[in-house]
């Protein structure tokens, strides 16, 4: 188990930089961000937030829904519809297992005060977990006892 300054360092994205690359990517960051960090938090944490193949259908429903939203037949623009509902669902799932995964964190490194607002992970999801990691890491920083040259042997 790392330390959440150690996990936010891995992660290594600002919250609003990861809203600007999504945006400038047409969403394709946000998933590469997803793949990255469930990594990192396995390795931090030794838990899982969801396994790899749960991620890989994902970007399927991501990738198909793309793929059939621009096309003239109803039947497979409403297919791109729900295929988009879905992958929005699996990414508030994934939210709220890392949620949970960063709360568990959280409290065995001594931060009893840190706290995840549900709704917040509900409407924000993926950016707000960023937003948490960062902040989670950033209290663990200001925590640490800071020593001085003069005070090193």
């Known amino acids: 188990m790392t330390s959440p300054s150690e996990l936010m360092n891995k992660v290594n994205r600002k919250t609003l930089h990861m809203v600007l690359l999504t945006m400038a990517t047409g969403g394709l960051y946000l998933l590469l961000w997803l ?21 890989i259908w994902m970007f399927v429903c991501t990738g198909l829904s793309g793929m059939f939203i621009n096309d003239e037949q109803l039947a497979l623009e409403i ?35 840190f706290r995840m607002n549900g709704f917040n ?31 090193q042997p």
Request: net charge negative; hydrophobic share 45%; glycine share 4%.
């Open 121 to 151: 992970t509900f409407v924000l999801n993926l950016y707000y977990i960023n937003y948490c990691i960062n902040e989670l890491g950033e209290t663990d920083q200001r925590q640490q006892p800071v020593y001085s040259q003069a005070m």
């Open 79 to 113: 297919a791109a519809g729900l295929l988009s509902i879905a992958a929005l669902v699996l990414q508030i799932v994934w939210a709220f297992n890392a949620r949970r995964i960063l709360l568990a964190f959280a409290h065995a490194n001594n931060q009893i005060h």
């Open 35 to 55: 793949y990255k960090t469930n990594q990192h938090l396995r390795e931090a944490t030794g838990q899982e937030a969801c396994s790899e193949t749960y991620i």
